[in-house]
T-cell receptor
């Protein structure tokens, strides 16, 4: 069964460093997403991506964040200058959403980011 | 403000003891209500999508229902392996992001 994969599973970085989190969405999906979940808190939406551009983003997704689909399979989240409060589990998701029909989003296993 | 609220926060049941989890929502123009299961340290695992009031979906010991204000996840004769956090999320008419509840942590004791 197709699944979303994410690497690395755990990333430790120092404050101020740049990190890139990587995701391979399900191959026939059109929409891609990043969410984060701070330990013990709700899942929070960061950004959605369709047709090689951001379709929507939350207030959390400020200028330190960027997303890219560098090739036909990978989808990346870059955090330019990490802060302590960026420590969280980051989930990538993908869906077949095509507009009027809302399909479910499938999630990867997550990358645990620890900023020290 | 668009919001999804789940109750209870935690629920402990004996194996075989049926119960229901609640998800109430206040979103403008519901486009879909989603249930997920999340095990510790893992990503949410999709369970159900509900689109309109009155709709029901079933999978093994789980049944999800939807009204105009809330959704229920009924669990019948649960087993210890059903222990997990159950999350509900709503998608609004105006965008694609999911608005999440805080989850119900379900513990099934053998």
């Amino acid at each position: 069964e197709p699944e979303v994969t994410q690497t690395p599973s755990h990333q430790v970085t120092q404050m101020g460093q740049e990190v890139i989190l990587r995701c391979v969405p399900i191959s026939n999906h059109l929409y891609f997403y990043w969410y984060r979940q701070i330990l013990g808190q709700k899942v929070e939406f960061l950004v959605s991506f369709y047709n090689n551009e951001i379709s929507e983003k939350s207030e959390i997704f400020d200028d330190q964040f960027s997303v890219e689909r560098p090739d036909g399979s990978n989808f990346t989240l870059k955090i330019r200058s990490t802060k302590l409060e960026d420590s969280a589990m980051y989930f990538c998701a993908s869906s077949r959403t095509t507009g009027r029909v809302t399909y479910e989003q499938y999630f990867g296993p997550g990358t645990r980011l620890t900023v020290t | 403000e668009d919001q999804v609220t789940q109750s209870p926060e935690a629920l402990r049941l004996q194996e075989g003891e049926s119960s229901s989890l609640n998800c109430s929502y206040t979103v403008s123009g519901l486009r879909g209500l989603f249930w997920y299961r999340q095990d510790p340290g893992k990503g949410p695992e999709f369970l159900f999508t509900l689109y309109s009031a009155g709709e029901e979906k079933e999978k093994e010991r789980l049944k999800a229902t939807l009204t105009k204000k809330e959704s229920f996840l009924h669990i019948t004769a649960p087993k210890p392996e059903d222990s997990a956090t159950y999350l509900c999320a709503a998608r609004m008419d105006s965008n694609y992001q999911l608005i999440w509840g805080a989850g119900t942590k379900l513990i099934i004791k053998p």
